[in-house]
């Protein structure tokens, strides 16, 4: 390996030990703060704002970041985002921990709005960067893993963190933690090696047209006309991102509600086991056959959760828990092959276009997940199975037991992600 490899390869690990510190701490501190703001004024509206503003703020800057970040230093990027994120944390511990009333929302949440959007910029800057780091085959493929795998994990893991510390230690614990993240993630970025072609981008002197929707809009169409697989892409994109989005606010719940304390804490023993193996499934040689598992795997999650909605499996422990490991396993190879996907989709220098445009809809369709899920639930589902002419093979069926509707929901969810995979069969195979 030349020296200039081992260089890059050295500028990756430290620039994705930096952005696994800085998304944990803004994600734990997303839900602690937001469940802060809950314990204290009782509505769940709040709760609620605090995620619905970091999703809307994120979906704004991105069209601003994809057609400017090749013309910046991502060095600066990143390192001016972390100090950003910083800053907004002393202002939120300013206003948090000196106040004796609660504070009004709306600061805060634009502080949040603020810090989110920084987070964006670390998030796309590194996310385009490893392409241009990382040219071997091989080796792409297996950084494009640990890049998506650990963040799928943080997701995944942040509203079980976020809530315990912030109910166990305390609103100061959540912001000192996120502080230190930052921090923490600046040394990384500092740490690393980078060389000049990444702290000295093409120059331009093209003058800034405000967030340059249109140019957002045109590279949209380029890509849904022009490269098959960026369609696949895009449409298994939205619909994993709301698919997962949804999952994390209803199979919580559901297990809260139906099962008890006890049982959660098996399933997140099992869960993270079976994550661990679908890393180490990726890293192995089945990230060289992507194209080739990535559906699969997708057809496997969907009819999990389409299990989920049926009651006959409710009461099978062996085939519950193992649908956990199995969807669990899965996540890692699903996420990991999108990114690499998305990595081949343009030259090295339209990648920050390109992936700001992939997470303007994987980040819109969380948000949809967010808003809808539980008004599903409760207005939709809910009221259905306690209708007393349901006929009875649909209640055997469904169940109507504590949790139930939840349960058809994760169901429901599974239809739109095995449909959505299934349209795209056909396309991803004509890629090959």
Not at 317 to 341: K, N, R, T
Request: proline share 3%; net charge positive.
């Amino acid at each position: 390996m030349n020296s200039s490899s081992t260089e890059a390869n050295k500028t990756f690990l430290w620039l994705w030990l930096g952005q696994l510190i800085s998304n944990i701490g803004t994600q734990t501190s997303l839900y602690g703060i937001g469940l802060w703001f809950f314990a204290n004024t009782q509505r769940l509206m709040d709760f609620g704002l605090v995620a619905i503003t970091v999703q809307l703020a994120r979906i704004l800057v991105l069209p601003l970041l994809g057609n400017r970040l090749h013309l910046w230093s991502r060095r600066k990027v990143m390192l001016i985002a972390n100090g950003i994120g910083a800053l907004c944390t002393i202002a939120f511990a300013a206003i948090l921990l000196q106040e004796k009333a609660i504070p009004l929302i709306l600061p805060l949440l634009f502080l949040q709005g603020v810090a989110a959007m920084a987070e964006a910029a670390l998030i796309l800057s590194f996310s385009s960067l490893i392409p241009i780091l990382i040219i071997k085959k091989s080796n792409l493929i297996r950084a494009n893993g640990l890049f998506a795998s650990t963040d799928s994990l943080v997701l995944a893991m942040a509203p079980f963190l976020g809530s315990w510390i912030s109910r166990s230690l305390g609103l100061q614990a959540v912001l000192t933690i996120d502080a230190l993240s930052f921090l923490l993630a600046l040394i990384c970025v500092l740490a690393a090696p980078w060389s000049r072609q990444l702290t000295n981008p093409i120059t331009s002197q093209t003058v800034w047209q405000g967030f340059e929707l249109a140019q957002h809009w045109r590279t949209l169409k380029a890509l849904w006309t022009e490269i098959p697989l960026a369609k696949v892409a895009l449409i298994i994109s939205i619909a994993v991102s709301f698919s997962y989005a949804a999952t994390e606010i209803l199979f919580p719940a559901w297990v809260a509600i139906a099962y008890g304390s006890e049982k959660m804490a098996l399933v997140i023993l099992i869960a993270t086991i079976g994550y661990c193996l679908g890393i180490l499934t990726w890293q192995s040689k089945a990230g060289l056959s992507w194209k080739w598992i990535w559906l699969r795997v997708i057809f496997i999650q969907s009819l999990i959760l389409m299990g989920a909605g049926l009651q006959i499996f409710a009461n099978e422990p062996f085939i519950w828990f193992g649908g956990v490991f199995v969807f669990s396993a899965g996540l890692p190879i699903v996420m990991s092959s999108l990114q690499q996907a998305w990595s081949q989709l343009g030259a090295p220098e339209d990648l920050p276009r390109i992936f700001a445009l992939r997470y303007s809809f994987d980040w819109s369709a969380r948000l949809i997940a967010f808003i809808t899920v539980s008004i599903a639930v409760d207005q939709i589902v809910q009221p259905a199975l306690s209708w007393q002419n349901l006929p009875s093979w649909i209640r055997s069926t469904l169940g109507f037991e504590e949790g139930r509707a939840i349960a058809v929901v994760l169901g429901a969810i599974g239809w739109v992600l095995f449909l959505s995979s299934l349209s795209q069969k056909k396309s991803l195979r004509s890629t090959h």
